[in-house]
């Protein structure tokens, strides 16, 4: 035998810097431009405001899963790698660096320098972002790495809002939005949270013209009154309608506002039943204004201070001192009627975490409804492409999210008030005339012009325009606001494969095969893919689209390095292996969408504990006052589950170390599986269930099903059976032939099974057997594949499947389970060797006696007999009982009846102490009453295990003799 690369332990660090350089060396990961058999993912780019979670480490270990899969069964396939310039986040998080380490705004660096550190910002992160994306082991074609803000993706942007300004599908408008007032921003209904706060309800007088009455208005936000433009009530409100077309005098202010009659708004038996309406600073109030016709008087700078609508003695505060003053004049004018404790539900920004303000302002839309002929706009055409099974979504349950939002057919706002982004490709010429256009553009088909509402012209061009285009008395002005960071996201799909080009990428690869992404984005990301995939390419972005699971800690809070409880993926893939951190990972992406992973600090042998400085810094090990001081987010985590994890790369690797150790002397010859040991029968029939079994999960996106039956034949057939089996032949120079071949064979189909889950550790394992082994298969013969990487996926063989063999095994199986239990269950020392006697029909002892040798071999017995009946049976002697057999194993001379005796009663002893313990909990009505219902359920299955335990152990004491 050659001398092999087979350390003893499995080094993962070193496997996976030796393999991934291999691979990329060899060009696996790279598709063809032109594909004969196309299957493509495109990444969902990460954001480069900070590095990857263990979220993202899910996602991608679920891609590169399925991308390894179809590359192995032979198509070409294309991982198109990349990240997203993140509009609003990364603006955030260098605005807030730039505020903590300089005391300094935007305004004070400029538009300029504030982009260029940005860039600075993203390249640092993206190289982080990458590094550990190729850490995991992403098998991504890096030679097309892409970046919302490239050239490339910067031209797709450029030529989408064109053609959707030509179409009139955009448009600009003065709508409500919410407004970030700390980045002074607009942001979308899906990038806030809510939040309960402690507030209070203040209820205001407000006078009825021309009598004494006066209506009681409760509100949460008094300082809004400003703008109120009516106050509505309930039409079938008895207590108001002679009020209905009256006026109310607007307190604080000079202004008479109408009663109106709005039943969408007033609910009669809620509060007083009169409602204050400001429809510039609350939706629903937006909304009555609309229905109404009412006036909207915006009270807010976009700094959050109050305008000059608000009147001298507010404009310029704050709206928190505004609210104050307000309460105050109330109070002085008699016209604060009470004051009430509220749990106030407060709207926040996702990025700044600031309060959100409902704000009145002038916007970029995408329209969503319907032609005005009634044909299907945007919305109606995306949700059609689920509804009519062009695009599959797994779970199904998220199909309902996706066509509700979409049903709702809101317009998109797709303008931010940031400098960070794509630029809005606008050019505003308040004073130009038509026929200046038509001189100066001509008919350029990269240009159009429409009238603006305010007057002039809006210039919409796919190249940047000079300011003096149109001479140098008629000055061009971009529009100064950026994209929605999702527009150019929802064109990642085709961008990154050159469109608007019509590249051979383009054809070949699109639409793409599948997206993995969360549940939260299914609105942000995945229906704005849809809609600009039909409209720029004419067809669906993808086929299937799978939500994957959400992590959370123990608790089911959202994992997060600054609130302490995240987890790295470096920090794992350091201490584990990348195979441990993916197996972990695939074996929890179930169905349930809540994947809790226990958080606990790393801790070394010393018991100190780990922090991490930085990127690329070694890990640093302190006390645990250290530790607590140190900022959350340089403390690392693990969990319980990697470490449960790295059991079964470690489990594999002894496997094929040893099975690579015992094929010294392989020479394959063609075999015929019929003419096979009721073993080798027997493994080659349950190895073609697996190929079937894990290609179907795989298929259907049933991530934890496949890693599932993988660990179990592993390690239950392959290792704790057919290896056990194997090793008298294996020993045997007569009989190791055949059996080296089908070794050979079985690890040769489970690296490739295990492969897109645990690359490094397969590709090791691999290489050796390639060493040894160089040709393999079993009635032919083959050289294989030069990495596991690029070698063929497993077919299914019918003809493989015996399912005698299996029945015949599945005997063996159960007989030796049951001796061992009798061995165990009355002290039988391991190394004794035991003669046990097996009494059955005649079928089951042929089918016994056909595997006597592995049954001696696996039971530890000297000797077996087996036979039909038993006329006599020796005095002293532990009985199974099976259905089909009864197996009787004499222990004479094997066990010390007065040491027996007194091992029993110790485990009588330690039972009910366990028993008494859970009697004080479950005969607590306050722990019956407070603990959660699956603790205690637990705690009464635990009861009944005991006891049928401690029922066990009295039957055993009382079998035995003197």
Same mark, same amino acid.
């Given at each position: 035998?050659?001398?092999?690369?087979?350390?003893?332990?499995?080094?993962?660090?070193?496997?996976?810097?030796?393999?991934?350089?291999?691979?990329?060396?060899?060009?696996?990961?790279?598709?063809?431009?032109?594909?004969?058999?196309?299957?493509?993912?495109?990444?969902?780019?990460?954001?480069?405001?900070?590095?990857?979670?263990?979220?993202?480490?899910?996602?991608?270990?679920?891609?590169?899963?399925?991308?390894?899969?179809?590359?192995?069964?032979?198509?070409? +396939?294309?991982?198109?790698?990349?990240?997203?310039?993140?509009?609003?986040?990364?603006?955030?998080?260098?605005?807030?660096?730039?505020?903590?380490?300089?005391?300094?705004?935007?305004?004070?660096?400029?538009?300029?320098?504030?982009?260029?550190?940005?860039?600075?910002?993203?390249?640092?992160?993206?190289?982080?972002?990458?590094?550990?994306?190729?850490?995991?082991?992403?098998?991504?074609?890096?030679?097309?790495?892409?970046?919302?803000?490239?050239?490339?993706?910067?031209?797709?942007?450029?030529?989408?809002?064109?053609?959707?300004?030509?179409?009139?599908? #955009?448009?600009?408008?003065?709508?409500?939005?919410?407004?970030?007032?700390?980045?002074?921003?607009?942001?979308?209904?899906?990038?806030?949270?809510?939040?309960?706060?402690?507030?209070?309800?203040?209820?205001?007088?407000?006078?009825?013209?021309?009598?004494?009455?006066?209506?009681?208005?409760?509100?949460?936000?008094?300082?809004?009154?400003?703008?109120?433009?009516?106050?509505?009530?309930?039409?079938?409100?008895?207590?108001?309608?002679?009020?209905?077309?009256?006026?109310?005098?607007?307190?604080?202010?000079?202004?008479?506002?109408?009663?109106?009659?709005?039943?969408?708004?007033?609910?009669?038996?809620?509060?007083?039943?009169?409602?204050?309406?400001?429809?510039?600073?609350?939706?629903?109030?937006?909304?009555?204004?609309?229905?109404?016709?009412?006036?909207?008087?915006?009270?807010?700078?976009?700094?959050?201070?109050?305008?000059?609508?608000?009147?001298?003695?507010?404009?310029?505060?704050?709206?928190?001192?505004?609210?104050?003053?307000?309460?105050?004049?109330?109070?002085?004018?008699?016209?604060?009627?009470?004051?009430?404790?509220?749990?106030?539900?407060?709207?926040?920004?996702?990025?700044?975490? *600031?309060? #959100?303000?409902?704000y009145l302002s002038d916007q970029w839309f995408v329209r969503m409804g319907d032609e005005p002929d009634g044909s299907p706009g945007f919305a109606q055409r995306a949700i059609e492409a689920v509804t009519s099974g062009r695009i599959r979504i797994y779970p199904e349950r998220y199909a309902k999210s996706y066509v509700d939002w979409l049903a709702e057919k809101r317009d998109w706002c797709i303008s931010r008030q940031l400098w960070w982004g794509h630029r809005i490709p606008i050019w505003y010429a308040p004073d130009a005339t038509e026929e200046q256009l038509k001189a100066a553009f001509g008919d350029r088909d990269d240009l159009a012009w429409?009238?603006?509402?305010?007057?002039?012209?809006?210039?919409?061009?796919?190249?940047?325009?000079?300011?003096?285009?149109?001479?140098?008395?008629?000055?061009?002005?971009?529009?100064?606001?950026?994209?929605?960071?999702?527009?150019? *996201?929802?064109?990642?799909?085709?961008?990154?494969?050159?469109?608007?080009?019509?590249?051979?990428?383009?054809?070949?690869?699109?639409?793409?095969?599948?997206?993995?992404?969360?549940?939260?984005?299914?609105?942000?990301?995945?229906?704005?893919?849809?809609?600009?995939?039909?409209?720029?390419?004419?067809?669906?972005?993808?086929?299937?689209?799978?939500?994957?699971?959400?992590?959370?800690?123990?608790?089911?809070?959202?994992?997060?390095?600054?609130?302490?409880?995240?987890?790295?993926?470096?920090?794992?893939?350091?201490?584990?292996?990348?195979?441990?951190?993916?197996?972990?990972?695939?074996?929890?992406?179930?169905?349930?969408?809540?994947?809790?992973?226990?958080?606990?600090?790393?801790?070394?042998?010393?018991?100190?504990?780990?922090?991490?400085?930085?990127?690329?810094?070694?890990?640093?090990?302190?006390?645990?006052?250290?530790?607590?001081?140190?900022?959350?987010?340089?403390?690392?985590?693990?969990?319980?589950?990697?470490?449960?994890?790295?059991?079964?790369?470690?489990?594999?690797?002894?496997?094929?170390?040893?099975?690579?150790?015992?094929?010294?002397?392989?020479?394959?010859?063609?075999?015929?599986? +019929?003419?096979?040991?009721?073993?080798?029968?027997?493994?080659?029939?349950?190895?073609?269930?697996?190929?079937?079994?894990?290609?179907?999960?795989?298929?259907?996106?049933?991530?934890?099903?496949?890693?599932?039956?993988?660990?179990?034949?592993?390690?239950?057939?392959?290792?704790?059976?057919?290896?056990?089996?194997?090793?008298?032949?294996?020993?045997?120079?007569?009989?190791?032939?055949?059996?080296?071949?089908?070794? +050979?064979?079985?690890?040769?189909?489970?690296?490739?099974?295990?492969?897109?889950?645990m690359p490094f550790v397969t590709e090791q394992a691999w290489q050796a057997l390639n060493a040894v082994a160089a040709e393999r298969g079993l009635t032919t013969h083959a050289p294989s594949a030069e990495s596991v990487c690029v070698a063929p996926w497993p077919a299914a063989s019918s003809g493989l499947r015996d399912p005698l063999a299996e029945a015949i095994v599945s005997q063996w199986q159960e007989k030796i389970t049951a001796l061992r239990n009798l061995r165990a269950e009355r002290g039988v020392p391991d190394k004794a060797r035991i003669a046990p006697t097996i009494v059955a029909s005649q079928t089951v002892?042929?089918?016994?006696?056909?595997?006597?040798?592995? #049954?001696?071999?696996?039971?530890?017995?000297?000797?077996?007999?087996?036979?039909?009946?038993?006329?006599?049976?020796?005095?002293?002697?532990?009985?199974?009982?099976?259905?089909?057999?009864?197996?009787?194993?004499?222990?004479?001379?094997?066990?010390?009846?007065?040491?027996?005796?007194?091992?029993?009663?110790?485990?009588?002893?330690?039972?009910?102490?366990?028993?008494?313990?859970?009697?004080?909990?479950?005969?607590?009505?306050?722990?019956?009453?407070?603990?959660?219902?699956?603790?205690?359920?637990?705690?009464?299955?635990?009861?009944?295990?005991?006891?049928?335990?401690?029922?066990?152990?009295?039957?055993?004491?009382?079998?035995?003799?003197?």
């Open positions: 035998m050659p001398a092999l690369d087979l350390p003893r332990t499995y080094d993962p660090n070193a496997a996976e810097s030796r393999w991934y350089a291999f691979w990329l060396e060899r060009g696996y990961f790279h598709a063809p431009d032109t594909p004969r058999d196309p299957y493509c993912i495109v990444i969902p780019p990460p954001n480069v405001t900070g590095a990857l979670h263990l979220g993202h480490a899910l996602n991608n270990t679920i891609q590169d899963i399925l991308i390894r899969f179809r590359r192995m069964q032979g198509k070409d +396939a294309l991982w198109m790698p990349g990240t997203d310039h993140a509009g609003i986040a990364t603006q955030a998080v260098v605005e807030r660096r730039l505020f903590e380490e300089e005391k300094k705004t935007r305004h004070d660096l400029g538009r300029e320098e504030l982009v260029r550190r940005i860039w600075a910002w993203k390249d640092e992160y993206e190289a982080r972002i990458l590094s550990q994306l190729r850490q995991m082991g992403c098998s991504c074609d890096w030679a097309r790495t892409r970046f919302t803000l490239d050239e490339v993706c910067s031209r797709a942007v450029r030529r989408t809002f064109l053609n959707l300004f030509k179409a009139g599908k #955009i448009f600009r408008g003065k709508r409500l939005v919410n407004w970030d007032t700390q980045l002074r921003t607009a942001v979308a209904d899906d990038e806030i949270y809510t939040e309960e706060v402690s507030g209070h309800i203040w209820t205001i007088r407000y006078p009825v013209v021309g009598s004494d009455q006066v209506l009681h208005v409760a509100t949460t936000r008094p300082e809004t009154m400003l703008g109120d433009t009516a106050v509505a009530v309930h039409p079938d409100d008895p207590r108001y309608q002679l009020l209905i077309g009256k006026e109310v005098a607007l307190p604080l202010t000079d202004r008479r506002i109408p009663i109106i009659a709005d039943p969408l708004l007033v609910d009669p038996a809620f509060g007083t039943g009169c409602v204050k309406v400001t429809p510039a600073h609350d939706p629903n109030d937006y909304a009555a204004g609309l229905r109404n016709r009412l006036p909207m008087i915006n009270l807010l700078n976009p700094d959050g201070t109050y305008n000059e609508n608000a009147g001298p003695r507010y404009a310029g505060l704050d709206r928190l001192v505004v609210r104050k003053r307000v309460l105050e004049d109330l109070r002085e004018q008699g016209l604060l009627e009470r004051t009430d404790s509220h749990l106030v539900p407060l709207k926040h920004s996702e990025r700044s975490k *600031s309060p #959100i303000e409902p429409q009238r603006s509402e305010t007057g002039g012209w809006l210039i919409c061009s796919e190249r940047d325009l000079r300011g003096d285009e149109l001479g140098p008395e008629q000055a061009l002005i971009q529009d100064p606001d950026v994209l929605d960071t999702w527009f150019s *996201s929802a064109l990642w799909p085709h961008s990154t494969l050159g469109w608007p080009a019509s590249t051979p990428e383009l054809r070949g690869y699109y639409p793409t095969a599948v997206l993995s992404t969360a549940r939260d984005i299914i609105t942000l990301w995945v229906a704005r893919m849809v809609i600009f995939g039909q409209f720029n390419v004419g067809d669906v972005p993808f086929r299937d689209v799978f939500i994957h699971p959400v992590i959370q800690d123990g608790e089911g809070k959202r994992m997060s390095k600054s609130a302490g409880n995240g987890i790295d993926p470096v920090d794992i893939i350091e201490a584990y292996g990348a195979d441990a951190l993916r197996f972990t990972l695939a074996a929890a992406a179930t169905e349930t969408q809540d994947l809790r992973m226990p958080v606990e600090p790393v801790r070394n042998e010393a018991g100190k504990y780990g922090l991490r400085r930085g990127f690329g810094q070694p890990i640093e090990w302190v006390s645990l006052d250290a530790w607590k001081k140190a900022p959350r987010h340089q403390r690392v985590n693990t969990s319980e589950r990697f470490e449960q994890g790295r059991t079964f790369p470690n489990k594999f690797w002894n496997a094929a170390r040893f099975a690579i150790l015992n094929l010294d002397g392989y020479q394959p010859t063609p075999l015929r599986p +019929a003419d096979l040991a009721i073993e080798d029968r027997w493994i080659l029939s349950k190895l073609d269930a697996l190929i079937e079994d894990v290609t179907g999960h795989l298929d259907g996106f049933r991530f934890a099903e496949a890693a599932r039956s993988l660990r179990d034949f592993t390690w239950s057939e392959f290792c704790d059976w057919y290896l056990e089996i194997l090793k008298p032949r294996l020993r045997d120079a007569w009989r190791r032939s055949a059996a080296q071949q089908v070794l +050979a064979w079985v690890l040769d189909q489970l690296c490739r099974l295990l492969h897109p889950i002892a042929e089918s016994l006696r056909a595997g006597e040798a592995a #049954i001696r071999s696996l039971s530890g017995a000297e000797s077996l007999t087996i036979v039909e009946r038993l006329d006599s049976r020796p005095d002293q002697a532990a009985v199974a009982v099976l259905p089909d057999a009864e197996i009787i194993l004499p222990l004479s001379g094997l066990v010390d009846p007065q040491a027996e005796r007194q091992r029993l009663r110790r485990q009588l002893g330690e039972i009910d102490r366990q028993l008494h313990a859970l009697a004080a909990k479950l005969d607590n009505d306050g722990f019956l009453a407070h603990a959660p219902a699956e603790v205690v359920a637990q705690a009464r299955s635990r009861r009944e295990e005991l006891t049928a335990q401690r029922s066990a152990v009295e039957a055993l004491l009382a079998s035995l003799p003197g």
